[in-house]
């Protein structure tokens, strides 16, 4: 069944589920929906958890390919689907299940951008940690389902850690949900954890809840420079040691540098301290952090500096489009050894590099591009990707956000294979036996 077809063919049907309004199968209309390359044959808004489930059974039933879209913010990760029939939009749920300023919880429709509801939570003093890129943008489906962390991981943890209830559909068309609107809920299998990062291959999100927590009165980012990448790490395991509890602990890269709002060119490897509280408590970070300091940022200046390092995953391609994205979960005590070849993956294939990341949870982001004046081809992408993937350590993984059109095949590098490959295929049976969701987009 070609996508062409997909929209003539079953458009009444699909009208019937979601009324006329919400299902699009002209070409112009579909143009947004393009996903590297591939346009969807029809794409549709439900309303409901009810009218999603519909969608699916009525795909189960024609062998159709679905996926799910949200703010279209998030890297694609993974192969290619192998066909886009149906393109499902979350848009339209954007319901508030339950909001608690008092006990700090909140429940929220998968429609909702990220934006819309830290702007809701804020007005009662409150943070919702999960911060996106592009949060006008990006939606709260979108960002469970991919689980891609920002700077605020390092002191809230991820979304694993604050997400309490999520409701979805399977991908053979039932309802579910897991967790509940409460912290302490420990019923059922844990099924927040199961979907969050599964890029939208199990399951459509239709909603979930969060813990939140008081927003800071006032921050300030300390800013400490180093030659190399070892002194960085040397003082990043200082401040693990210390008694100080930053909300962000973030290197950076030279070559990231000349990508922050400043836009400076620099030689220095950076490592950004961001604090939160009264001014004794910024007082002790002085204290603690001492010379190694070069510099405070506070105000906008400060908040453009984190939006920008929230933002790196669209930064890079948007300026690169002919470059190489990598985001890596790497142990501790092995992130000193990965720079190093980054760096010599980079150099040997004639690319320039960039690197940010979490660097007190092990969480890296890495662009390479054409260095100026070098001549790189094909293969040096497939090169770098390669020998990075054979160098990581035993417990890293590494998935592909960003890379040429062509290249797309040859480097969708995951690291060491998972041991677990035997329960992964169980559980997508499971939940979509047809293999109705994302198809094509992990080869199980």
């Known amino acids: 069944m070609s996508t062409i077809s997909a929209g003539t063919r079953y458009g009444r049907e699909l009208r019937a589920i979601c009324g006329a309004d919400h299902v699009m199968e002209d070409p112009s209309e579909l143009h947004r929906g393009v996903i590297l390359g591939i346009a969807p044959g029809v794409a549709v808004a439900p309303a409901s958890a009810d009218e999603i489930a519909a969608v699916l059974r009525f795909a189960n039933e024609h062998g159709l390919s679905v996926v799910p879209a949200g703010g279209f913010t998030q890297q694609q990760v993974g192969n290619l689907p192998s066909r886009i029939d149906v393109l499902l939009y979350t848009s339209r749920l954007t319901d508030v299940d339950h909001y608690d300023p008092g006990d700090l919880t909140v429940g929220i429709g998968a429609g909702c951008t990220v934006a819309q509801l830290s702007a809701m939570v804020g007005a ?4 919702f940690a999960g911060d996106a890129a592009l949060p006008e943008r990006s939606t709260v489906g979108g960002l469970l389902a991919t689980a891609m962390p920002g700077p605020l991981r390092h002191g809230y943890g991820g979304l694993r850690d604050y997400c309490i209830g999520i409701r979805f559909v399977t991908g053979d068309g039932r309802k579910a949900k897991g967790g509940g609107r409460v912290v302490k809920n420990v019923a059922g299998y844990d099924l927040m954890k199961l979907l969050i990062g599964s890029q ?9 809840s969060f813990k939140l927590f008081p927003a800071s009165r006032q921050t300030r980012t300390f800013a400490a420079e180093f030659g190399t990448p070892a002194e960085a790490i040397d003082f990043r395991n200082r401040v693990l040691r210390s008694p100080l509890s930053p909300i962000c602990l973030e290197l950076v890269s030279p070559g990231a540098r000349a990508l ?15 604090a939160a509280g009264s001014d004794a408590v910024l007082a002790r970070y002085r204290a603690e952090l001492g010379a190694a300091i070069s510099h ?25 489009p002919r470059g190489l994205l990598f985001s890596l979960a790497v ?11 980054l760096a010599t993956a980079g150099e040997s294939n004639g690319l320039a590099l960039a690197i940010i990341g979490r660097v007190g949870v092990g969480h890296l982001l890495a662009g390479l591009w054409p260095m100026r004046g070098a001549e790189v081809t094909l293969v040096n992408f497939i090169n770098a990707a390669s020998e990075l993937r054979n160098l990581l350590p035993k417990d890293a993984s590494m998935a592909v ?26 559980v997508k049976t499971a939940l979509d036996p047809k293999d109705v969701l994302n198809r094509g987009r992990f080869l199980f």
């Open 260 to 274: 922050l709002p400043d836009g400076k060119e620099s030689a220095s490897w950076s490592i950004y301290v961001r």
């Open 124 to 127: 009662n003093g409150l943070l």
């Open 401 to 426: 956000l960003h890379c040429p059109p062509e290249a797309r095949h040859h480097v969708a590098a995951w690291g060491p294979t998972p041991t677990n490959l035997d329960s992964m295929r169980a």
């Open 331 to 341: 142990p501790l005590s092995e992130i000193q050894p990965v720079l190093d070849h």
């Open 296 to 320: 405070e940022m506070e105000g906008q200046s400060e908040w453009d500096v984190w939006r920008a390092l929230a933002d790196f995953s669209h930064i890079v391609p948007d300026r690169y």
């Open 200 to 208: 939208g291959t199990l399951a459509i999100i239709t909603g979930a």
